[in-house]
């Protein structure tokens, strides 16, 4: 049964060794928050339940930090899901080994969807799908590429079996302008499995916002920027959407 609870998921993406925040998802546009381990410790000792981890650089094609993830991972009392660069066997089993609650796929759901249907087969519930998009259109390879229709893909990864989808508005991402709330209704009319909000939150309001989406299928919000430019704390967070 799903919980009425917004579930909240601080975010540490790693560049380059770095916890850092992007404008858009564009290359280039980081903001350093300094060291990922002491990052996602913070979120933890604030009471998180789950840590949205993920790798920009093997996202972006650019090295990766698989060994600093893992470590920061394995440190974690609470859950994490972990994505960037998630694309075959060996990178799949490499985010698994780290204990990680679930795995979010971007790239491999747009450019392997046969790997991606095998692997829901095999791993239900700890595979998710990030769903990363500009308008309607899905981007993967670090949001550089188009990589089709998002209401076409996610038709045919529900008849997969996909257990749950991150949507990623692109053009909110980073920018503290509030999340797109039509797309998430949107998304949520579209599949009746859990769906994560990703970009744009930037005050506890867009989450009691988001909160009101709960009965819609909106399950967990990530929360980025916001933490980081200290817009609240995540204690006044998770109070803001406890039920
Ligand atoms: O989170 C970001 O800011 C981000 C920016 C640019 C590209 C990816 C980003 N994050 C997450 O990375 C995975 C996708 O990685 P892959 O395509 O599977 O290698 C996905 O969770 C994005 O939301």
Not at 24 to 46: F, K
């Amino acid at each position: 049964m799903r919980s009425n609870r917004l579930e909240l998921l601080p975010a540490v993406d790693v560049r380059d060794g770095q916890a850092v925040r992007l404008v858009h998802g564009e290359s280039g546009s980081e903001t350093s928050y300094g060291d990922p381990m002491e990052a996602a410790l913070a979120w933890q000792r604030a009471g998180a339940e789950w840590l949205h981890l993920v790798d920009l650089d093997a996202a972006f094609g650019t090295g990766d930090n698989r060994e600093q993830i893992a470590e920061v991972a394995r440190a974690m009392d609470l859950r994490v899901e972990l994505s960037g660069g998630i694309r075959d066997d060996a990178s799949l089993s490499a985010a698994l080994a780290t204990g990680c609650a679930r795995v979010n796929l971007g790239t491999a759901a747009l450019e392997t969807p046969e790997w991606v249907a095998k692997v829901i087969a095999e791993h239900g519930d700890l595979i998710a799908v990030g769903l990363d998009v500009r308008g309607t259109t899905l981007r993967g390879r670090g949001w550089t590429r188009d990589g089709g229709d998002l209401y076409e893909t996610l038709a045919r990864l529900d008849s997969e079996g996909c257990a749950r989808y991150v949507v990623t508005d692109i053009a909110k991402d980073g920018t503290l302008q509030g999340p797109n709330l039509e797309l998430l209704r949107n998304v949520c009319a579209a599949t009746e499995k859990p769906v994560v909000a990703s970009g744009g939150v930037s005050s506890l309001d867009d989450l009691r916002a988001l909160a009101t989406l709960v009965p819609e299928g909106v399950e967990g919000a990530i929360v980025g920027k916001a933490l980081y430019a200290k817009a609240f704390t995540l204690e006044e967070a998770l109070e803001a959407v406890s039920v």
